[in-house]
């Protein structure tokens, strides 16, 4: 677990990147029932959006909240 902020903040990237990238393609290959390159060209234009979000969300809020 990171031990100072800038640890923090480098696993929150990594985190929210990786969960957000994986998360996003998974939704998507549901939504389209199949892998294709239609998934791939959708799973990557709502990647930059979700991706902002997660990390606002876990940066200002949620680690506010799990730190006490």
Do not use: E, V
């Given at each position: 677990m990171p031990q100072n902020k800038r640890e923090?903040?480098?696993y929150t990237v990594l985190m929210c990147f990786v969960m957000v990238f994986?998360?996003?393609y998974y939704n998507v290959?549901?939504?389209y029932?199949?892998?294709s390159t239609e998934v791939l060209a959708a799973g990557w234009l709502?990647?930059?959006f979700a991706y902002v979000f997660a990390m606002c969300c876990d940066?200002?809020?949620i680690?506010?909240?799990a730190n006490g």
């Open positions: 923090s903040l480098i994986w998360m996003s290959i549901l939504m029932g199949g892998f709502g990647f930059p940066w200002f809020l680690s506010k909240l």
